[in-house]
């Protein structure tokens, strides 16, 4: 009988997802989540959730919640403008757990940015925690 391959126990893999920014995501000022990723993890979802960028920020941004759609609403605007984000930039997001996600942020070209420091970022809206 032939050897049947052995898998190794790998972890599992986060939820990602990656966005494109429209200019009806900059309009709007929100974000959806895509349904995929909500119909794994939106049970888990609260009203609040944290984004956390590589410098360490963590910023607060309310959930809107409609039937099956998702989105990234009140704070959203702030962490856009804190940011270099505009149309045709890439965020890609990570799920952790307990409604925290991990950001990168890729210019239009697809490399990711230079993240301020935290003693550049202090024109950052209130809506932001820190860690």
């Known amino acids: 009988m032939p050897a049947q391959p052995i898998s190794p126990s790998l ?4 939820p ?3 966005k494109t920014v429209l ?9 959806r989540i895509p349904n995929k990723i909500v119909r794994k993890i939106g049970h ?5 959730v944290h984004i956390t960028v590589p410098n360490g920020y963590v910023w607060q941004v309310k959930l809107k919640k409609e039937w099956r759609k998702v989105q990234f609403d009140d704070g959203w605007q ?5 940011y270099p984000i505009s149309v045709d930039s890439l965020v890609l997001f990570e799920y952790e757990s ?3 996600f991990h950001a ?5 070209t697809a490399c990711e940015i230079n993240y301020p420091s935290s003693d550049e970022e202090s024109h950052i809206s209130s809506e932001e925690s820190h860690p």
Not at 23 to 31: A, Y
Not at 78 to 82: D, H, I, K, N, T
Not at 104 to 108: A, G, L
């Open 104 to 108: 990168h942020i890729y210019d239009e």
């Open 44 to 48: 888990e979802l609260s009203n609040v």
């Open 23 to 31: 200019p009806s995501t900059l309009r709007d000022q929100k974000l």
């Open 11 to 14: 972890p599992e893999i986060p």
């Open 16 to 18: 990602r997802f990656v």
């Open 98 to 100: 307990n409604s925290t």
């Open 78 to 82: 702030g962490f856009v403008e804190a």
